[in-house]
């Protein structure tokens, strides 16, 4: 059986973040910021009945995933299928870096970024298949309505969320979190549905 309930955190703050460089692989941890805001989602979640606790290999998603785990006394299960998108050659980059730097690639990756790879890095379609074979790793070793929490990037959360509300990834962007946000879905029988707190 599915799980009853997830409980989806985007990691907190780095200092890229704060210089909107684009990480995908890349490894930055949390900045002081980050650290509050993942404590802060500890204390949020704190009264949360939860039974497992998956996190990306990222430093900045296990750094947040080991702080939400502490209130609940749970070891963190590594996943790193949940890794944010391969932005290859742009990280590290600004969006006018990479503007400067290849200008035509980037227009057609935001037209279709399921179709355009990223210059040494992946699609759209890659991590959402990724995120898939993620979501079946973690839904095959759940006992029956358990609550999950996932610790993971704004681009992964976002496949994420399409696929178990069944929402065309088209519409991602109705998905987005900020740095340390959560979002709960509720299993609703044929899919899930987020739940308007």
């Known amino acids: 059986m599915l799980p009853q309930r997830i409980i989806l955190v985007r990691h907190g703050q780095t200092a890229w973040n704060c210089t909107g460089r684009f990480q995908g692989h890349a490894d930055p941890g949390l900045n ?3 650290q509050a805001q ?3 989602a500890a204390r949020r979640l704190a009264g949360e ?3 497992r606790i998956y996190t990306s290999d990222l430093t900045r998603a296990v750094q947040t995933s080991q702080l939400i785990a502490l209130p609940h006394g ?3 299960r590594v996943e790193p299928l949940l890794r944010e998108i391969d932005f290859g050659r742009w990280e590290g980059l600004t969006f006018d870096e990479i503007q400067s730097r290849s200008p035509d690639i980037l227009k057609a990756w935001m037209r279709d970024p399921f179709a355009v790879r990223i210059p040494g890095g992946e699609t759209a379609e890659e991590l ?3 995120v898939k074979e993620a979501w079946n790793r973690i839904s095959g070793e759940l006992p029956a309505a358990a609550t999950v929490l996932i610790v993971a990037h704004g681009g992964s959360l976002r496949m994420l ?7 065309d990834t088209s519409r991602q962007w109705e998905f987005d979190m900020g740095p340390g946000e959560s979002a709960i879905l509720f299993n609703g029988g044929n899919a899930y549905a987020r739940v308007i707190e």
Request: net charge positive; aromatic share 0%; charged share 30%.
């Open 49 to 51: 009945r939860v039974e």
């Open 161 to 167: 969320m399409c696929l178990l509300t069944r929402t």
């Open 128 to 130: 959402k298949l990724r």
């Open 32 to 34: 002081g910021t980050g």
């Open 38 to 40: 993942a404590k802060e």
């Open 74 to 76: 749970l070891s963190v």
